[in-house]
Structure formats: structure tokens, C-alpha cells
């Protein structure tokens, strides 16, 4: 008796799948965000248990399908090709080490093993095998989502309480930042001044919330334009913006400003669409559309100018501080020290173009690449964890062969999927919300917070799979 007939009938396990799927992407999420984001040293053993499941219910639906007879029942699982032939290459790496250490009178230090740039490396195999299963468990979290679930409002329950939760954590942050605590009002040092609610780093906030606030207007379109609400304070849209306003009033209060250059534009671009949506909709019933547009626009007015008042002297601050940076660019107090690094790091993913250093190994790789000028005060060197670019740090760790994979692994399902996405509001901006963080991604490193990597992955392939459904309906 093989595996696959031990499986309960498709009937009967049908919905029972679609709710797996929707509540192992819950809790990677919540449980991602509330743990620092991820970015303590204890959350990433325990996020890696929780998004082992997410493999069980992939083999789970692949065994189910097989026993239909739609002719295309298995073809989003060719989708898991690129991200097959990554972990593969990923793993292969972390069993040929590509640094040896030597001992100098009791001081150990590392040098480069001679080995072919063809040839894939890592420094540390634990730690690649780990940020591996890591990023594989995200990305079948998300890849569940479209496959198992066969229903718009299972994937707008999941959309609510992500919203709902990052509302919470917005609602939380604030309340820190005005009583001047630390995380979790004390209980946990911040290791910087540069943090928000229980992200440890102020941009990965903002990634966050970017992706968030994009799940709260794709329910807030779906509502408010909905054939049976009349009126948007007799729908649930009126909740969601409400969610919206706190959820983007945190970003300039947490002194993200690149993070608060995004969702001014999604929220801009928002502001447009919905302009036009609503004048559309005036125009159905006969009704005037100038009243509305101009009490639009006055709202939307006093809300800008609520953030501001909220966060007014972090702004301040914050454009004080951008003034002196753009001032200071070329002198010898404050070199140009994000193009010196960004050039350090392309010379050392050009030692090993075609598969990288490894996985997780930026941290003891690029010390022996970096050229930054030392600090103006004590005039010691400054180390980096990160890139300060997630797309160049994935040419330097796993080459151009690994980031081609990596982005080959969301680009071919947008592609195929590419017709069925438009005029889909909730699909369209939690792509939207993908996008940006995506593009935010060239000079920032938001996906090195677990927390807006599960997050990407569960928006991006429900936006794909609403669409999907919305065609179906």
C-alpha cells in the first residue's frame, strides 16, 4: 500500500488543507514579529521549527493532486524548480569550507582556501544550512497559500489578522517611543537608538509596515467598493483605514526615511486610484463626485497632517541630520561610505562570480574586502554585518547563479500570472507592496529580517492566488 493511498479522500481533506495552509502562514508571521523580527540570537532555531510544517503540507498537496485528472493540477509545482536547484547549490556549499584558520601566538585567524572561483564555498556550513532551511520553510509557507487555498475570504481572514497584527505592534511601538522605553517597555535592552516596537532596526520596521499597509488597502478597496456598501462608514473599509493611518504614522515616527519615502508613494498612488474608482462609482448611480473627491482629499489631508503632528520633532530631526549628510559628502569627516562599501562588496563577489562565498558568509567574509575609512571619533574600523544592499550581498554569498535562481523563483509565477492580476485591488497592492520592498532591497537590507522575508512570501503568493480565484469567480 503506497503513501499516497493511505491519504483520506480529496473531498475530505480539501478544506481541511486550505486551513492548514492559512494557519501555518499566520503564525510564521506573528510569531516572526513579535521574536525581535527575528534578528536575536535565539528566534532563528525556533523560527526554523515553525516553518518545517510548511514542507509536510507541500507533500501533502503534490501527493492529493496526483490522484485528480485535471490536466494541469501539478503545474505550480514546476514553479519550485528554482528554489529546488538554490537549496541544492546552497547545500553542496556548506560542506566544502573556503576558509582555513591558522594560530599565531594563541590568536586564531582565517585565511582563503585555494580553491577554483568556479568552485562553491562556505565558511561556516551550520550557519548556511540553517539560513537555508530558514528561506526554503518562508518561501513554502507562502507557496501553500496558493496552491491549497480555494477561497477569496480564507485569504482575506488571513490578510485581517496579519493587518490586525501589525496595527497591534504599530499601536505598541508608539506607545514606546513616546514613554522613551526600551523594547517591550524595558524588559529587553535595544542594542541601538534605531529600533520600533520589537524590530531591533528601524528600516525592517518600515518593510514591514510597507508590506502591512499594503494588505490593509487591498481590504479597504475590496470594501469600500463592494456592490453592497453604499457608503464607506457602513463597510469594514473604514476599519482597515483606520488600521492604515496608525500602521503609516509609524514609519517617520520610528526615523526611517527611506522607509517613509515608500509608503508615501503607495499611499499616494492609493490616494489616485481610489479618486478615480470613486468618481467611477458617482458616476454609475448619477450622483455628483466633486463633494466626495474634494472631502476625499481634505481627509486624507488632515491625516498627513496628524503624522506629522505625531512625529514631528523626529522629522525634524531626521531632515536636520539628511541636511548635514548631503553636506558633508566628499570630506574626510564623513566620506561616501555607502559607495566605498557597495564598491568593496562588488569586488569581493567578483572573486567568486558564479556561486558565491556561501550563504551567511558576509559577516567573516568581507573584513578582508573592506576599505571604508575609519570611524572620524576614535579612527577605528567599522565592521559590517550587512551589505547595506540585499541584491549586491546576494551576488557576494551565493553568485550570480544563486540570485538569478532566487529572483527566477518570484518572476516566473508573476509572469504567467501577469493578465490575471489586473483589476484585482487586493491582489494588485499586495503585489505593489512586494515590489517596493523588493526595489527597497537594492540599498537597504530588509530581507535580512526573517519577519518581512515570511511576510513576503505569504503576500506575495496570496496576491497571486486571489487573482487566481477572482478570474475563476
Same mark, same amino acid.
Given at each position: ?32 514579529? &513579535? ?24 507533500? &501533502? ?17 514546476? *514553479? ?38 568556479? &568552485? ?14 530558514? $528561506? ?25 489578522? $496579519? ?19 526600551? @523594547? ?13 516596537? #520589537?524590530?531591533? !532596526? ?7 509596515? @510597507? ?19 453604499? !457608503? ?22 520610528? #526615523? ?6 515608500? @509608503? ?25 463626485? *466633486? ?5 476625499? @482629499? ?27 549628510? *548631503?553636506?558633508?559628502?566628499? #570630506? ?9 562599501? !557597495? ?28 576599505? #571604508? ?10 565592521? !559590517? ?5 540585499? &541584491? ?19 518572476? *516566473? ?22 515590489? $517596493? ?37
Amino acid at each position: 500500500m503506497t503513501l499516497q493511498n493511505l491519504l483520506p479522500t480529496v473531498p475530505a481533506t480539501l478544506f481541511l488543507r486550505s486551513r492548514w495552509a492559512i494557519a501555518h502562514a499566520i503564525l510564521v508571521v506573528l510569531s516572526a514579529s &513579535w521574536m525581535f523580527g527575528g534578528k536575536i540570537w535565539w528566534s532563528k532555531p525556533i523560527l526554523c521549527l515553525l516553518v518545517t510544517p510548511s514542507l509536510a503540507i507541500t507533500l &501533502w498537496e503534490f501527493l492529493a493532486r496526483r490522484r485528480r485528472t485535471e490536466p494541469d493540477r501539478l503545474t505550480p509545482f514546476r *514553479w519550485l524548480l528554482p528554489m529546488i536547484l538554490l537549496a541544492a547549490g546552497v547545500a553542496v556549499s556548506a560542506f566544502i569550507p573556503n576558509l582555513f584558520p591558522r594560530t599565531f601566538g594563541g590568536e586564531t585567524r582565517w585565511f582563503v582556501r585555494p580553491l577554483s572561483p568556479l &568552485w562553491p564555498g562556505s565558511p561556516n556550513g551550520g550557519k548556511t544550512l540553517r539560513e537555508l532551511w530558514l $528561506l526554503s520553510g518562508c518561501y513554502l509557507t507562502g507557496f501553500n497559500l496558493f496552491v491549497c487555498v480555494r477561497s477569496r475570504h480564507g485569504l482575506r481572514m488571513l490578510l485581517r489578522i $496579519l493587518a490586525a497584527n501589525a496595527f497591534v505592534l504599530a499601536v505598541f511601538g508608539t506607545l514606546q517611543k513616546l514613554m522613551s522605553q526600551d @523594547i517591550f517597555f524595558g524588559l529587553q535592552h535595544a542594542p541601538t537608538d534605531a529600533f520600533f516596537a #520589537t524590530f531591533v !532596526y528601524h528600516n525592517h520596521w518600515g518593510a514591514f509596515s @510597507i508590506l502591512m499597509g499594503s494588505a490593509c488597502l487591498g481590504l479597504v478597496f475590496h470594501h469600500a467598493f463592494h456592490r453592497e456598501s453604499r !457608503y464607506i462608514v457602513d463597510s469594514p473599509a473604514l476599519l482597515w483605514l483606520i488600521a492604515l493611518f496608525f500602521i503609516a504614522a509609524t514609519i517617520p515616527l520610528s #526615523t526611517s526615511r527611506s522607509s517613509t519615502v515608500l @509608503i508615501a508613494s503607495l499611499l499616494i498612488g492609493a490616494l489616485f486610484h481610489g479618486i478615480v474608482e470613486l468618481v467611477r462609482h458617482r458616476h454609475r448611480s448619477e450622483r455628483r463626485a *466633486w463633494p466626495v473627491v474634494l472631502l476625499t @482629499i481634505f481627509i486624507v489631508g488632515g491625516g498627513a497632517a496628524a503624522i506629522y503632528e505625531l512625529g514631528e520633532r523626529t522629522i525634524i530631526d531626521r531632515l536636520k541630520t539628511t541636511r548635514e549628510q *548631503w553636506a558633508d559628502i566628499g #570630506t574626510d569627516a564623513h566620506g561616501p561610505r555607502r559607495s566605498v562599501l !557597495y564598491r568593496d562588496t562588488l569586488h569581493m563577489a567578483a572573486d567568486k562570480p558564479v556561486f558565491g562565498w556561501g550563504l551567511e558568509s558576509y559577516e567573516r567574509i568581507f573584513p578582508l574586502y573592506n576599505s #571604508t575609512p575609519r570611524g572620524p571619533a576614535d579612527r577605528l574600523p567599522i565592521f !559590517y554585518q550587512e551589505a547595506h544592499s540585499d &541584491w549586491l550581498q546576494s551576488l557576494a554569498e551565493i553568485g550570480v547563479v544563486g540570485t538569478a535562481l532566487l529572483v527566477f523563483s518570484a518572476v *516566473w509565477p508573476l509572469w504567467l500570472m501577469r493578465r490575471r492580476i489586473r483589476g484585482h485591488p487586493v491582489a494588485m497592492y499586495l503585489l505593489a507592496g512586494c515590489i $517596493l520592498v523588493a526595489l527597497y532591497a537594492s540599498v537597504e537590507f530588509p530581507f535580512a529580517n526573517p519577519a518581512v522575508v515570511a511576510s513576503w512570501w505569504v503576500l506575495y503568493f496570496a496576491g497571486l492566488r486571489y487573482a487566481a480565484l477572482s478570474e475563476v469567480r
